[in-house]
C-alpha cells in the first residue's frame, strides 16, 4: 500500500544551514526566471514560456537529492527549476526561450526544453509521457552493465499518467526491478484537464499498487520532506531495491503555458483557495522561525537572483540567431540536400 509522508516538526534530515539557504535561493531562481519567461513573451520578446509556479519545493529538495555526476534526470517541460538546481547555467535558460545560436541545443529546441549530457541530463520531450520509456531504457542499461551506484529520476505531471507509455515504461521498470524512481509532480491540473476527470482514484500513487512497486505521498510545498522521500527512493534503486513512485502534490497557480487561457476552466477564486501551499513563502517562513535566515537576508538573496537574472537576459538577447546556413545541422547524418 502507498504511504503518505507529511510535513512534520521542523527537522532538517542532515542538511546544513547552507544547503538549506541554497534550496531557497533555487526557488528564488525558479520563479524568477519564470516571471522571465512570461514578462518577455508578453514584451513580444520571445514566442512561447512555461511556467512551474507552485513546483519550487519539489525541485529543490529533488535537486539535492540527484547525486550528480551518476545520476540520470529525465526530467520534463516543467522542471526548470530542477534543472538549474542541477547544474543548468540560468544563462542556458534564457538562451533556450530567445532561441539563439549559443544555446546548447543550437537555438531548435522549445523553451524549457533542455538536454545537458555533462550534467547526465536527458533531453525533454514535448509529447506526453514519451520521455519514460527512455529513462526506462536508460535504467535497464545501467542494470545491464551492473552500475549499482547509479538511478535515474524521471519527472512528469499527473497527465502523463494516464498515457500508455508510462503505464509501458512502469510494468517493465517493476518486472525487472531497475533502478528508476518515477517522481509525479501532482498540480492538480493536466493542462485543463483536473483530476477527477482522468482517473478515478483519489491519488496517482495509488497506481503503484497494480504494479508491485512501493508508492509514497510527500507534500510537494516542503523541500526539506520531498529531499528525504527522494533520497529514500534513490537510496533504494541504486542498491537494487528497484523502482519507487512518488506522488508529490503541490498546485499550479499560472496558466498551462504563455498560449493558455486557465479562465476558462477555473476562477481566480479557486487559485487563491490554493495560496496557502505556495513554497516560496512558507519555507521563508521555516526558515526564519528556526534561525536560519534573516527578513534581511531573504531580500538580499532575491535582489542577488534578480541581478542575476536581468545580467543573463542582458546577455542572451544580444547574442544572434543561428545562421541560416545551420540549417540542416544535426538534422540529417552526413551529406544531405533539401528535398525541392
Known sequence: MAKAVESPAFERQGLSDDQL???LRNMYMQRTLDNRGFQLNRQGKIPFATGSEGHEGIHAGAALAFARGKDLLVPYY????????????????????????ADISGGRQFPNHYSNKSLGMMS???????HCPHAVGAAYAYKLRKQTDRAVLCTFGDGSTS???WHESVNFAAVQKLPIVFLCENNEWAISTPRD??????????????YGIPGVIVDGSD???VYRVLKDALELARSGGGPTLVEAKCYRFLAHTTDDDDRTYRTKEEIERYRHLDPVPRFERVLIEQGIITAAGI???????????????????????????ELYTNVYEGTHEPWL
Not at 83 to 99: E, H, K, N, W
Not at 301 to 309: I, M, R
Open 299 to 325: 531580500e538580499e538573496s532575491k535582489k542577488e537572483v534578480l541581478g542575476v537574472v536581468n545580467d543573463v537576459t542582458d546577455r542572451a538577447e544580444a547574442l544572434p540567431y543561428p545562421p541560416a546556413e
Open 21 to 23: 539557504r541554497w534550496m
Open 223 to 225: 523541500p526539506i520532506a
Open 163 to 165: 498515457e500508455g507509455e
Open 124 to 130: 525533454i520531450s514535448s509529447i506526453i509521457a514519451a
Open 197 to 210: 476527470r482522468q482517473m478515478a482514484i483519489k491519488d496517482v500513487v495509488q497506481k503503484a499498487d497494480g
Open 78 to 101: 516543467r522542471d526548470m527549476g530542477l534543472c538549474v538546481g542541477i547544474g543548468m547555467d540560468p544563462l542556458d535558460v534564457l538562451l533556450s526561450m530567445f532561441a539563439r545560436g
